[in-house]
């Protein structure tokens, strides 16, 4: 079965840049996965980010920007605010209407 | 502006049935795949199942492969989760989520609050 995999946590300082990742237990991810990322806070509904692997929801600063580095999907944030912290999921398209999300990453800024 | 609002969650013990709906507002429902997405107390997001905008594809994880089925009835602009078979690790909130297109492959655009589920004798 295959996983989606995310960093557990990551920090970032105040104004800095952190990039987290989206892999596959096995293979590659490219954009015929079609990765989206999804920022969610505590007691609250997730929020759209990025679909179709750079392609920014309506609303969404672009600080925020989606790519594929390496084998990886990636969601950059530049110039990090205390707003920014964070539980960031991303979510892959596997095939045959399958979509998996991976596990989360905790951003903390600080 | 696009609405999402749940309802039919609550208390209901092993092995029990529930049925979630979602109504939806604000956009051509019938043009839209529309998926339900769980997360379980503390735990991370986990897509469940998904359906075309047409109704004619639906999709499920293993997880309630069996035991849900999803519909939606586009004349009224409602989603509909069924769920039999329930056990204690279905607790969780289940949000209703609507897709970028007619297909669910491209993510997740809006959400709703969400309808939380327990499952406890």
């Known amino acids: 079965q295959t996983v989606v995999t995310q960093e557990p946590s990551f920090s970032v300082s105040p104004g800095g840049t952190v990039t987290l990742t989206c892999g596959l237990s096995?293979?590659?991810?490219?954009?015929?996965?079609?990765p989206s990322w999804y920022q969610q806070t505590p007691g609250q509904a997730p929020r759209t980010l990025i679909y179709?692997?750079?392609t920014r929801s309506s609303g969404v600063p672009d600080r925020f920007s989606g790519s594929i580095l390496g084998n990886k999907a990636a969601l950059t944030i530049t110039g990090a605010q205390a707003d920014d912290e964070s539980d960031y999921y991303c979510?892959?398209?596997?095939?045959?209407?399958?979509?998996?999300f991976g596990g989360g990453t905790k951003l903390t800024v600080l | 502006e696009v609405q999402l609002v749940e309802s039919g969650g609550g208390l209901v013990q092993p092995g029990g049935s529930l049925r979630l709906s979602c109504a939806a507002s604000?956009?051509?429902?019938?043009?839209?795949?529309m998926s339900w997405v769980r997360q379980a107390p503390g735990k991370g997001l986990e897509w469940v199942s998904g359906?075309?905008?047409?109704?004619?594809?639906?999709y499920y994880a293993d997880s309630v492969q069996g035991r849900y089925t999803i519909s939606r009835d586009n004349s009224k602009n409602t989603l509909f989760f069924q769920m039999n078979r329930l056990r204690a690790e279905d607790t969780a909130i289940y949000y209703c989520?609507?897709?970028?297109?007619?297909?669910?492959?491209?993510?997740?655009?809006?959400w709703g609050q969400g309808t939380l589920v327990t499952v406890s004798s």
């Open positions: 989520a609507k897709g970028f297109s007619g297909s669910g492959k491209r993510g997740i655009d809006y």
């Open positions: 604000g956009f051509t429902f019938s043009n839209f795949a």
């Open positions: 359906i075309s905008s047409s109704g004619l594809s639906t």
């Open positions: 096995s293979g590659s991810v490219s954009t015929t996965y079609y």
């Open positions: 179709s692997t750079n």
């Open positions: 979510l892959l398209y596997l095939g045959s209407g399958i979509v998996v």
